[in-house]
């Protein structure tokens, strides 16, 4: 069964560079990939928060929460 | 042609689980990776940081530096 893999972002330019060059190298035969912009999905801000994610861009898969870079805190989507 | 990945580490606990949960997930017909301990390969230091990699754990994909989480600074190494 896949893993499941989503990459929060909100648009940033370090946001879209993560995406292109980290999310979407994942091996997409082991890891199911959802991505979800927080500045248009806020209602997806709690559970980003519960599963660790301080800023984006961020990748969590499974349930360890990966920072890449740094875009935006969370705060400051909210 | 695989896209070359190195991923930069100095066997830190963040290191070792973003090694674990992000490094190995890369798409393996896609990408051609390399584990780099800077901690031992002292003459990759330069190299990493012409990459533009200023902490650890990082992943060098083509030529995007991405930092993930932060383990210990570059010039902790040295």
Redesign the interface.
Known sequence: MATK?IFYHAACPVCV??EQ??AH????N??DLEVVHLGQSKDRLAEAEKAGVKSVPA?V??N?P?????GADLAALK
């Open positions: 893999a560079e993560a060059s980290l190298a994942l091996d997409k082991r890891f990748l898969i499974g360890v990966l920072h890449i870079n740094h």
